[in-house]
């Protein structure tokens, strides 16, 4: 069982704007920064958004982060199936690092 | 180029012990904590522990599935951390990430990843 709730499946179209959700407590996002990692099929993760909303070089702005509370959400616009990966949240908690179970985004 | 390389994975033995070893190159190594992280067979990603730099004391935190049988540490003269896996369990088999610590407070991330390294555990 997870410390952050996830869905466990997205879809979308090409072209569509997806979300995913991130659910949490007081502990984890509600006093810490949340980060997103993408890892496609057969690939290590990679750091998607950093600091709530923060994306690294290279990543495209089709992707955004927000939080709100004890929640967070990923969104992606523009969807490419490209974008067809698994997608992880993740923050702090007690010094410790704490993740969603992850969801899986299928691009129909 | 930042870049982090597992290696020393396999096939063991449940009972038997395993050390994995993360090779970094691009930065330098001994600023920064470094965590493993592990994923089993169709399942999520699974937080195994971390060992901070030496500024912090160079101490480590481990997961409560692992603790008392996996080990940290690091030899930042080769830039190398380690997971030492002892009293290995079949429920130990997975891919094993080792990624960096990036700490600007009050935020922290993990970037970059290695390709990961397959631990399986049978008989």
């Known amino acids: 069982q997870s410390v952050l709730t996830q869905p466990p499946s997205a879809s979308g179209t090409p072209g569509q704007r997806v979300t995913i959700s991130c659910s949490g407590s007081?502990?984890?996002?509600?006093?810490?920064?949340v980060n997103w990692y993408q890892q496609l099929p057969g690939t290590a993760p990679k750091l998607l958004i950093y600091?709530?909303?923060q994306r690294p070089s290279g990543v495209p702005d089709r992707f955004s982060g927000s939080k709100s509370g004890t929640s967070a959400s990923l969104a992606i616009s523009g969807l490419q199936s490209e974008d067809e990966a698994d997608y992880y949240c993740a923050a702090w908690d007690d010094s410790l690092p704490v993740f969603g179970g992850g969801t899986k985004l299928t691009v129909l | 180029e930042v870049q982090l390389v597992e290696s020393g994975g396999g096939l063991v033995k449940p009972g038997r012990s395993l050390r994995l070893s993360c090779t970094a190159s691009g930065f330098t190594f001994g600023d920064y904590a470094m965590s493993w992280f592990r994923q089993a067979p169709g399942k999520g990603l699974e937080w195994v522990g971390f060992i901070r730099s030496k500024a912090y004391g160079g101490t480590t935190e481990y997961a409560a599935s692992v603790k008392g049988r996996f080990t940290i540490s690091r030899d930042d003269s080769k830039s190398i951390a380690y997971l030492q896996m002892n009293s290995l369990k079949t429920e130990d088999t997975a891919v094993y990430y080792c990624?960096?610590?990036?700490?600007?407070?009050?935020?922290?991330?993990?970037?970059?990843w290695g390709q990961g390294t397959l631990v399986t555990v049978s008989s």
């Open positions: 990624t960096r610590d990036n700490v600007v407070p009050p935020h922290n991330w993990f970037d970059p």
């Open positions: 600091s709530n909303n």
């Open positions: 007081s502990s984890n996002i509600g006093s810490n920064t």
